[in-house]
Every structure is written in C-alpha cells, then in structure tokens.
C-alpha cells in the first residue's frame, strides 16, 4: 500500500514538474550539451532511489537542486575534456578545431544584429513575454497569473514572435540578403 501512494506521488511530481524543470533548464544552461531533458530524468531518477530511503522534506527544491548540480558536474567534464584535447593540440602543434574563423565572426555578428533588428520590431508585449519565457524561464502559467493575460493569448504572442525570429534567421541563411529580411521585419511587425 505504502509503495503504490510512493509511486502515485511520484507519478504527480513527474507530471507536475518535468515540463517546467526542462523549461528551466534550458533556458539557464541552454539546449546542450547536456540536453537539458536527460539532466531533468537523472534529477527526477535521483529523487526516486533516495527517497525510499530517506524522507525528502521539499521534492520540488530537491530535484531543481540536483538537476543544477547534474548540469555543473557536466559542464565541469565537459571543460575537462576540452582542456584535454587543448593540451593535445597544443603539444602537436595544430590550432583547435573550435577556433572560429574572422568570416565566422564576421557572420555570427551580422546574424546577431538580424537578430537584434527583428526583436526591435516587436511590441512592447512581445518583448515583455518572450523575456519573461525565454530568459527568465517562466512557464505560461506564471506569466499570465503575473500579467492577468490569458495562456492562449500569450501562447499565441509568443509563438508569432518567434515564428519572425524563425523566419528571418532563415531568410539570411538562405539568400543572405539583408533586403529579403529587412521586408519580412516590415511585413512581419505590421508597420
């Protein structure tokens, strides 16, 4: 009986917290690696050995603790493994594969600025909903009980703001005429 109610529980907690615990981590650590969904299973596995074993007071605090202490450890190996191959390339004498190139560079901030251009034809609402999701990590839920907004006009605000990143970013990296995107921004933003 006592382990059926344990795994009704953890069933809920899984339910209740993985979307928002992915949503999270993702937006502090980003996409990966470590993908933030299998950092987020090892959390939720971690809760459920330790918890026959001993009683976890707080399971939400606990399992966004171990989820940022997993994602640490990666990054950790992660910067080791790169100061490894380093020392390799350094004692051959070859310069890291990683080392971007000035046409990199070059390319990496034209697509910044594109990018910056496009938010800058956003609404104030736009800006003020994609930052509450994206940087702050905030669920739909949070931000329409902090803005009074309904979770579908959110859900709707956010995803035209990000299907015109989308599309702009695609636009460049397809044709990479600046003329091409600077359309879509007019004819995207409404102006």
Do not use: H
């Amino acid at each position: 009986m006592i382990v059926l109610m344990k795994s009704k529980f953890f069933d809920q907690l899984y339910q209740q917290y993985w979307p928002e615990l992915c949503v999270r981590l993702q937006a502090r650590f980003g996409a990966g690696p470590p993908d933030p969904e299998d950092i987020a299973q090892q959390a939720f596995c971690k809760y459920s050995e330790l918890c026959n074993e001993q009683r976890i007071d707080n399971p939400k605090a606990f399992i966004y603790t171990v989820a940022r202490n997993l994602f640490i450890d990666q990054f950790r190996r992660i910067d080791k493994q790169q100061q490894v191959m380093d020392q390799i390339f350094e004692e051959l004498d070859i310069a890291p594969v990683y080392e971007d190139s000035a046409e990199q560079s070059a390319l990496q901030t034209e697509r910044n600025a594109l990018i910056e251009k496009a938010i800058s034809t956003f609404s104030e609402k736009q800006k003020q909903l994609m930052t509450m999701s994206i940087i702050e990590g905030k669920s739909y839920r949070q931000i329409a009980q902090e803005t009074g907004l309904p979770i579908a006009n959110i859900s709707r605000t956010i995803t035209a703001a990000q299907t015109l990143l989308d599309q702009t970013i695609r636009t460049w990296e397809y044709d990479g005429s600046v003329d091409n995107v600077t359309y879509l921004l007019k004819e995207g933003s409404g102006q």
